[in-house]
């Protein structure tokens, strides 16, 4: 039989400028940033970030997904000098990496602190939730070198808080400190900063006791109809309604509720 041979098989083995911790018994995986001092994140470590994620998706011990980073700063964005060497090849996946979060079927959360910039921004901004601290500054300042950002920033922030802002934000290479980035629904809370860490747990809690298989197709279910017109989306959530109807989850969900206790959810 003829052996066949992968990138992937060998992309993890070793991380650069990142590790994972997997939690079992919280049902957790932890994708923490570690490159002081600004956790900057090359381009190697973009592809093995989607890696990451795409290999935690299957772990069936994780629920829960937390981007998070060692220091005072997430990250301050991507290796400048690699742009300059990676070929147009190279960098027109930068976008499809980034992504990995979004595509993630399980919750994924941003915990930031510090700096928040460049492609540090655009990996939260494809999480599900971010949580600020009063420390936090978000940034997409590439017009200072001449680009724009060019892996979904723009694009999921427009969506977000309107072309105004973007272009704000954007154009004039602004950083938006976490309280701001709270008030314009960036982030779904921005606490003091040594609390950060209990959030995050809190946040993590929440929504693991809930159906895996409800946060799954509610996941996808919001991710595909963002650019559905009105008609479309409500029938495709209809759909979705109905799938979950039949699930062990939905029936478990409904005899705790009528039997007064806490729901066991199993993800089928």
């Not at 570690?34 to 299957?58: C, G, K, T, W, Y």
């Not at 994924?108 to 492609?119: D, E, P, S």
């Not at 272009?167 to 040594?194: E, N, T």
């Not at 996808?220 to 009105?230: I, Q, R, S, V």
């Amino acid at each position: 039989m003829t052996e066949l041979t992968h990138r992937g098989q060998t992309l993890l083995q070793e991380l650069d400028g990142f590790s994972i911790e997997v939690d079992a018994a919280r049902e957790r995986a932890d994708i923490i940033l570690h490159r002081p001092p600004f956790n900057v994140i090359s381009m190697h470590a973009r592809e093995q970030l989607r890696a990451a994620f795409e290999v935690l998706d299957e772990d069936d011990r994780v629920r829960v997904i937390v981007l998070r980073a060692k220091g005072e700063h997430f990250s301050s964005g991507g290796d400048i000098k690699g742009f300059l060497e990676a070929s147009p090849e190279h960098v027109s996946k930068l976008a499809w990496n980034v992504a990995a979060p979004a595509r993630c079927s399980k919750p994924v959360i941003a915990a930031n602190r510090g700096f928040c910039f460049g492609v540090g921004f655009e990996l939260s901004l494809a999480c599900d939730f971010r949580i600020a601290t009063d420390t936090s500054f978000y940034a997409l300042p590439e017009q200072k070198l001449g680009q724009i950002p060019g892996s979904g920033g723009s694009a999921r922030l427009q969506k977000m808080v309107g072309v105004g802002r973007t272009k704000d934000i954007v154009m004039r290479s602004r950083r938006i400190p976490g309280k701001q980035a709270y008030d314009w629904g960036v982030v779904v809370d921005c606490v003091a900063d040594a609390e950060l860490e209990a959030a995050t747990d809190a946040l993590v809690d929440e929504l693991r006791a809930f159906s895996p298989l409800a946060q799954r197709t509610a996941k996808k279910l919001l991710n595909d109809t963002e650019d559905a017109p009105l008609s479309i989306a409500i029938e495709l959530e209809g759909h979705c309604y109905s799938r979950l109807r039949s699930s062990d989850d939905f029936r478990e969900g409904v005899e705790a509720f009528h039997g007064k206790r806490k729901p066991v959810f199993r993800g089928s």
